[in-house]
T-cell receptor, first 114, second 110 residues
Framework: DTGVSQNPRHKITKRGQNVTFRCDPISEHNRLYWYRQTLGQGPEFLTYFQNEAQLEKSRLLSDRFSAERPKGSFSTLEIQRTEQGDSAMYLC????????????FGEGSWLTVV | KQEVTQIPAALSVPEGENLVLNCSFTDSAIYNLQWFRQDPGKGLTSLLLIQSSQREQTSGRLNASLDKSSGRSTLYIAASQPGDSATYLCAVVRAQKLVFGQGTRLTINP
């Protein structure tokens, strides 16, 4: 396994701009998750995919956020019209099959909105 | 709603000590529990996964226990080393997703 890969690792953007993060899960992992973490807090669930289907979205995921996983491989998380409150680390994770398997996280993508 | 609490929020101990980190959760209907390590500015590294039917798991100097009935898990670290300094997070799996505690920031002093 090469691990979960996230790009870019850091992004600084002006308020109102759009940003997109990419996640490449561990190969053959059919589940993919997005979490958000702010300083001093544990990660909070945003959304998850089973293959290409987005099965659940948190209420934290406002209309400005959209996630896709075309063809069930990599995923993108786009934030439109960024706000300062969006500044956080966005973590991607993946796992095999059912909920009994270990979930592996990437290194995260830091977003700073100025 | 599932809530996960980790106490203490921070812990500082001298090198070589054995230590225990605590995690409690409010809803015992969990699928499994996972312990993670997070270094500053980095992602999460999985340490141990305990299935709901298991009582404990061991990996090297780490031992994690699970008591579903009381809603508690502990992470035991033996013979602590400065390299163990990090934030340790526990998370329960419920309804297909992880619910995290806020973590315990551990500092091992040489």
């Amino acid at each position: 396994d090469t691990g979960v890969s996230q790009n870019p690792r850091h992004k600084i953007t002006k308020r109102g701009q759009n940003v997109t993060f990419r996640c490449d899960p561990i190969s053959e992992h059919n589940r993919l998750y997005w979490y958000r973490q702010t300083l001093g807090q544990g990660p909070e669930f945003l959304t998850y995919f089973q293959n290409e289907a987005q099965l659940e979205k948190s209420r934290l995921l406002s209309d400005r956020f959209s996630a896709e996983r075309p063809k069930g491989s990599f995923s993108t998380l786009e934030i439109q019209r960024t706000e300062q409150g969006d500044s956080a680390m966005y973590l991607c994770a993946s796992s095999r099959g059912n909920s009994g398997n270990t979930i592996y996280f990437g290194e995260g993508s830091w977003l700073t909105v100025v | 709603k599932q809530e996960v609490t980790q106490i203490p929020a921070a812990l500082s101990v001298p090198e070589g000590e054995n230590l225990v980190l605590n995690c409690s959760f409010t809803d015992s209907a969990i699928y499994n529990l996972q312990w993670f390590r997070q270094d500053p500015g980095k992602g999460l590294t999985s340490l141990l996964l305990i299935q709901s039917s298991q009582r404990e798991q061991t990996s090297g100097r780490l031992n994690a226990s699970l008591d579903k009935s009381s809603g508690r898990s502990t992470l035991y670290i033996a013979a602590s080393q400065p390299g163990d300094s990090a934030t340790y997070l526990c998370a329960v799996v419920r309804a297909q997703k992880l619910v995290f505690g806020q973590g315990t920031r551990l500092t091992i002093n040489p």
